[in-house]
T-cell receptor, first 111, second 115 residues
Framework: AQSVTQLGSHVSVSEGALVLLRCNYSSSVPPYLFWYVQYPNQGLQLLLKYTTGATLVKGINGFEAEFKKSETSFHLTKPSAHMSDAAEYFCAVGSASKIIFGSGTRLSIRP | GAGVSQSPSNKVTEKGKDVELRCDPISGHTALYWYRQSLGQGLEFLIYFQGNSAPDKSGLPSDRFSAERTGGSVSTLTIQRTQQEDSAVYLC?????????????FGEGSWLTVV
């Protein structure tokens, strides 16, 4: 069975500050890992994904995530937050079939 | 089509009525997913179709929920005898094949309100 835990349902950072959104997963097989973003009143779109190879994955809008097998983590980071980053972020884990999503983290940016 | 298409985009129904939600996946995508997103909640997996294989129904919350996929393309999610707790956004997604390394693409969702 697979599961995803996102620590912190709501994260607030100042504009220009580091963004860190935490995701831990459990999987009995090598996982595929994803981060999706949902902007207000919009659908979900892929930020980045890890399948195989390099464990540091770069995505759109300056976001990146690092797969750490020993820690079963796939935390999302961005060096400098922008007001436009305010959104809901979902971590997901997949294997040979279905993809399971975490409960989401709402990111707020303070001016 | 260019993206995953869902209809209706909004549906208000009376408690006890049946509703059907439709999903038209991206052309050529063999995998299709249904998820439910309740207010302030994450994405709850409902059901997964892959080609002609038997669907994974493990996420359907009750026997009032069912889904089918005709001809390996369009899918319909049916909720019978709707309850107020069924109010949510129902999201459909598709991907190229069963490998979950492939990106899944979401539709805009069907907003269901049960009154």
């Amino acid at each position: 069975a697979q599961s995803v835990t996102q620590l912190g349902s709501h994260v607030s950072v100042s504009e220009g500050a580091l963004v860190l959104l935490r995701c831990n997963y459990s999987s009995s097989v090598p996982p595929y890992l994803f981060w999706y973003v949902q902007y207000p009143n919009q659908g979900l779109q892929l930020l980045l994904k890890y399948t195989t190879g390099a464990t540091l994955v770069k995505g759109i809008n300056g976001f990146e995530a690092e797969f750490k097998k020993s820690e079963t983590s796939f935390h999302l980071t961005k060096p400098s937050a922008h007001m436009s980053d305010a959104a809901e972020y979902f971590c997901a884990v997949g294997s040979a079939s279905k993809i399971i999503f975490g409960s989401g983290t709402r990111l707020s940016i303070r001016p | 089509g260019a993206g995953v298409s869902q209809s209706p985009s909004n549906k208000v129904t009376e408690k006890g009525k049946d509703v059907e939600l439709r999903c038209d996946p991206i052309s050529g995508h063999t995998a299709l997913y249904w998820y439910r997103q309740s207010l302030g909640q994450g994405l709850e997996f409902l059901i997964y179709f892959q080609g002609n294989s038997a669907p994974d129904k493990s996420g359907l919350p009750s026997d009032r929920f069912s889904a089918e996929r005709t001809g390996g393309s369009v899918s319909t999610l049916t909720i019978q005898r709707t309850q107020q707790e069924d109010s949510a956004v129902y999201l459909c997604a598709s991907s190229f094949d069963r490998s979950s390394g492939n990106t899944i693409y979401f539709g805009e969702g069907s907003w269901l309100t049960v009154v």
